[in-house]
């Protein structure tokens, strides 16, 4: 689909994050657990709203005040059928 960007990037580099994802109205985090909360914490730092299907085992709610001081949603732990499936367009 020509309509959707995708990025390869080493998620290590916290530095690089906000010119990254700076053309993205929603992140998908997709990465593997032990990498989803410092993903996770670094998208809501850009601003971005975000659907991880991570599945981290850190607390997300350790994010809550985080995402509401950068007015972002992030719906966590989304699943992905049933839960990606069902909002996807």
């Given at each position: 689909n020509?309509?959707?960007?995708t990025r390869q990037a080493d998620l290590q580099k916290h530095s690089q994050y906000a010119a990254m994802l700076a053309p993205f109205d929603l992140v998908v985090c997709a990465v593997p657990g032990f990498m989803g909360f410092a993903t996770l914490r670094q998208v809501i730092l850009c601003g971005k709203n975000v659907v991880d299907i991570s599945f981290f085992p850190e607390d997300a709610h350790h994010l809550d005040h985080l995402a509401k001081e950068y007015n972002v949603t992030a719906?966590?732990?989304c699943g992905v059928a049933p839960g990606m499936s069902n909002f996807i367009l």
């Open positions: 020509p309509s959707i960007n719906i966590v732990d």
